[in-house]
């Protein structure tokens, strides 16, 4: 089991900190990956899973963000002190990233063909002329049809859904261990959203490549993960695996999430949703991050925070009702009154 | 047991009130402009400097216009601080009583293409259409041509003069606040609470100026700021060319013109209006940077 | 692409008769009678209506304008009221001064307009970012007059390095082009910051970062690039702006260029020199606005390929 991980993230803390104060943009959030895993990051905007994402990549550099504790061991290195150019050997070729919006993530006065093979030659040395055959077999790949033609092109003369192709071709391309992909979907129709999750799901199965995804779709995570992490106000609040999660939710804001999906062959005149809005960063509650929005919440919850506690083998919940009555966890099953 | 203790509750409740409460227009522009330290510099040195043109010519130790012919082209001294000119007089009460005609003429010239160019902005972008197809393409062409040639070009049709100055100084002024002043309209109008006061029937001078004037004024107080720097360099230039203020007027530009000659005995006569008029259009431009960050950083040069 | 050029290159020339009608009129709302400065000051009014008759300033405006322009179509630009010499003489041996000056003053402003406008955006908030725009507005707040001025006193007076005016070397172009050109580097240097940290913010950088590559080429090759485009047009315009600050420069170095000339003859309403000179300046800002929307097209792709 130890020998298959790959990134485990402990206790990471990434803060804003600017004049107005200090924003706990990720506060003390750990989870593992191991090789050819999916794990999902669930959230709101606004939770700090993209920020976690940023942090791994070492790609804090333009925002006022900071690591100012925990760990990121990526193979048994931590990625917080190595230097950058250590880091640049690992952006890209080890770890790699897809973003949420292909029509802006595609530099527009540079060529396909070119913004692939410039990861290509920089990690593996290859010549131009190969890295170019590497460019056209990856797009293949990604199942555009006219991968030859299609590297002489601008972004600007492909839809969205082919510069998401592209992105994951141009991610793909020096095979990384790990893809981190921020809401890879959300910006996407429909009817492509699917197709673009099975292609991430067909070529990372291939080259046994984990994936961190990172999104606010519950459909998404369904479909692809292992393992799931939901994250609230910069904390994890719930960690479990992909099954557990959907049968057995225990947060009462996965509870909510979950009860605001609508489900197949169910009529209900209004789908409930989780009142309020996710508190500004700068003006988080003391307490329970979501005590102002839990239909749960009790005096202690505004008090103090709970920790992320084990409520049953791999599955770890943040919430004071466990405390108080720990042994019995069926209380909450099946009862999200939203 | 007099004192009531909040639980953390009531606490959050109350401090996110509060929060809602305490944000107006002005402290929000106060608090991002006391953070730029040289803009804020620059605005007391502003106010020392409109102090400085209204007592100025008053306070003055020695007469501005009367030769001494004793005291000719001599370098700073204990007396005369920044020396003397070709005619004896003190170059520092020159320098000082010259503050006056700078910021006159700069204010006025920036104030009369500010006003023709918001009126023909607000025309534009209001009625569009042919008028402001019209008004716009004279913009462009005025635009187009190099402020200073412009300039030229119109002095060589009034005659030199510092009035002239002013009237071609404030001409090349107007298409830049009629473009701001329009775009911002155009922006304002589009907007749904003008669409309503339309539809109920108000009469357009009443919707231009209760509620499309107010939404461009903090763009022309940007600009108007940025402006009066550049305003009060092309107007020494004009004057050094000799087409403005004419001698023994203690302009900067002209007494730079009239120093030249002596440049390589006594350049003390060029160097301290040249400093007077890099200082004030420093704290002018340094002023106006910093009013744009703080009221609306959207803007671009 | 060549399509393009002879489109815009057509476009060209109703604008110039627009412009040269404009400059006609302009020119002769200058008060003044120019026939009785030629005549001189102590000539009759017969000799002065002589005068008028020979230069055909009788006729009625449009007349004036129709011959003036047949004229201009075959390379004469009328005679200079000052020398006697015909206009076409006189800003011929001038123009190549000016057009050097500018271009001299225009190549370095752009080369240390950008290299300071990037060190201030990659460093924002630093003491570089914060030296390199002190420096900036204080470019734009320096009379260049002065600035030329200061320069002759230390380098010329004092030093002795180059010439104090006038053009007998290349060591006479290096004076007056630093003044020239230094307003117009300090506009480049704010307006490049000011782009580059707008495509900073772009998601296409993050993903060039997130390739693994290095810094200088995140900023040298993917960024500056896209910055590029919204510079060149603010750079083509500054060269109008250049062509003002020539007329004073050029005062300040004694510099025998069409600064000097434009100035000399509004003093003396020679008309027909100042008339040529607006042409002359209005037509090379249109050249440059074309090469302005050349090069935007084949930094932008997406104007390219439409």
């Known amino acids: 089991m130890d020998n298959n991980l790959l990134l485990e993230v402990k206790n990471l803390k990434t803060h804003f900190i600017s004049d107005s104060g200090t924003v706990k943009a990720v506060d003390d959030v750990s989870f593992k990956i191991s090789k050819g895993e999916t794990l999902g990051i669930v959230g709101e905007s606004g939770s700090g899973k993209s920020v976690t994402s940023l942090s791994i990549m070492g790609l804090l550099k333009d925002t006022p963000g900071k690591i100012v504790g925990g760990e990121i061991l990526f193979e048994g290195t931590d990625l917080v002190g190595v230097s950058e150019s250590e880091m640049r050997k690992i952006r890209g070729n080890d770890i790699a990233m897809i973003f949420q919006e292909p029509m802006t993530s595609l530099n527009p006065v540079f060529r396909i063909g070119r913004q692939i093979e410039e990861a290509v030659i920089l990690h593996t040395k290859l010549s131009k002329k190969h890295a170019r055959g590497r460019a056209i077999e990856i797009l293949t790949a990604v199942g555009i049809s006219r991968p030859a033609e299609i590297i002489h092109d601008y972004p600007h003369q492909l839809s969205g859904g082919m510069r998401q192709r592209v992105m994951i071709a141009m991610a793909m391309a020096c095979i990384p261990k790990i893809l981190i992909a921020d809401e890879p979907t959300t910006a996407l129709d429909v009817t492509i959203q699917a197709q673009i999750l099975d292609l991430m799901r067909n070529l990372t199965e291939v080259s046994e490549t984990a994936i961190l995804l990172i999104t606010h779709d519950l459909g998404v995570v369904a479909e692809m993960c292992d393992r799931v992490v939901v994250m609230y106000g910069g904390r994890a609040v719930e960690e479990s695996d992909v099954h557990s999660i959907f049968s057995n939710p225990q947060h009462p804001y996965t509870q909510g999430l979950l009860a605001s999906i609508p489900k197949m062959g169910e009529r209900v005149d209004r789908l409930p949703s989780i009142a309020g809005n996710v508190p500004i960063p700068s003006r988080m509650p003391e307490g329970c991050k979501f005590a102002p929005r839990c239909p749960f919440a009790m005096d202690i919850c505004w008090e103090e925070e709970p920790l992320l506690k084990e409520v049953s083998p791999n599955h770890s919940s943040r919430c004071w009702l466990h405390e108080e009555v720990p042994e019995n966890e069926s209380v909450f099953v099946g009862s999200p009154k939203y | ?301 | 692409m060549f399509r393009f050029l002879i489109k815009r290159l057509i476009e060209i020339i109703p604008i110039l008769i627009v412009v040269s009608i404009l400059i006609f009129l302009f020119v002769h709302m200058i008060p003044g009678d120019p026939a009785r400065l030629v005549a001189g000051p102590d000539a009759t009014i017969e000799d002065v209506e002589l005068v008028s008759k020979e230069l055909g300033l009788d006729k009625p405006l449009v007349e004036q304008y129709v011959t003036y322009m047949g004229n201009l179509l075959k390379g004469d630009l009328g005679t200079s009221l000052k020398t006697n010499r015909p206009v076409s003489e006189e800003i011929g041996a001038r123009f190549m001064p000016t057009f050097w000056l500018t271009l001299w003053s225009m190549v370095w402003a752009t080369i240390a307009g950008l290299i300071i406008g990037v060190i201030s955006a990659t460093k924002r908030n630093k003491w570089p970012d914060y030296l390199g725009m002190f420096g900036a507005v204080s470019g734009l707040s320096l009379p260049a007059f002065w600035l030329g001025l200061m320069l002759i006193q230390l380098f010329a007076v004092t030093l002795g390095w180059f010439p104090t005016g006038g053009l007998e070397s290349w060591k006479s172009y290096v004076l007056p082009a630093f003044t020239l050109g230094t307003g117009v580097a300090a506009v480049i240097a704010r307006f490049t910051r000011s782009a580059l940290m707008d495509v900073l913010k772009e998601d296409y950088v993050r993903t060039a970062r997130s390739k693994g590559l290095q810094e200088r080429n995140v900023i040298w090759g993917h960024s500056l690039r896209n910055a590029m485009i919204p510079v060149v047009t603010m750079t083509g315009l500054q060269f109008g702006f250049l062509l003002g600050g020539s007329v004073v420069i050029e005062t300040v170095f004694s510099w025998p260029g069409l600064g000097k000339l434009l100035i000399d003859s509004v003093a003396f309403r020679d008309y027909p020199v100042i008339q040529a000179e607006m042409l002359i300046f209005a037509l090379e800002f249109i050249i440059i606005n074309l090469i302005v929307d050349l090069l935007y097209g084949i930094l932008n792709p997406q104007i390219r390929y439409e």
């Not at chain 2, 009625?127 to 402020?147: E, H, Q």
């Open chain 2, 1 to 301: 047991m007099t004192e009531v203790k909040l639980s953390k509750k009531e606490q959050y409740i109350k401090m996110s009130l509060e929060n809602i409460e305490n944000r107006t227009p002005f402290s929000e522009f106060w608090r991002k402009f006391k953070k730029q330290k040289l803009a804020f510099i620059s605005f007391f040195f502003v106010i020392f400097l409109i102090v400085l043109s209204i007592i100025g010519p008053s306070i003055v130790p020695y007469d501005i216009t009367e030769p001494d012919y004793v005291n000719v082209l001599s370098g700073p001294s204990a007396e005369h601080w920044a020396g003397t000119d070709a005619f004896g007089r003190d170059i520092f009460s020159r320098v000082i009583a010259g503050t006056q005609i700078s910021l006159i003429v700069g204010l006025s010239s920036v104030l009369l293409g500010a006003v023709g160019g918001t009126l023909l902005g607000l025309i534009a972008g209001y009625y569009g259409k042919w008028v402001d197809r019209i008004i716009m393409r004279i913009c462009d062409i005025l635009l187009a041509f190099p402020g200073i040639l412009l300039a030229i070009g119109i002095i060589a049709i009034l005659g030199p003069g510092l009035s002239n100055v002013v009237i071609a100084v404030a001409i090349f002024g107007v298409p830049v606040f009629a473009r701001i002043v329009r775009s911002s309209t155009l922006a304002v109008k589009s907007t749904l609470y003008v669409e309503a006061t339309t539809s109920i029937g108000a009469r357009p001078l009443r919707i231009i100026w209760k509620h499309i004037f107010p939404g461009t004024v903090s763009s022309i107080i940007v600009y108007f700021t940025m402006r009066i720097g550049s305003a009060i360099l092309t107007a020494a230039a004009l004057s050094f060319l000799g087409l403005g203020a004419q001698p023994p007027t203690p302009e900067w530009g002209a007494m730079l013109s009239g120093g030249r000659d002596y440049l390589n005995i006594a350049p003390h006569v060029t160097l301290f209006p040249g400093l007077a008029i890099f200082i004030t259009a420093l704290a002018f431009n340094l002023l106006g940077d910093g009013l744009r960050d703080a009221l609306d950083p959207k803007i671009k040069e």
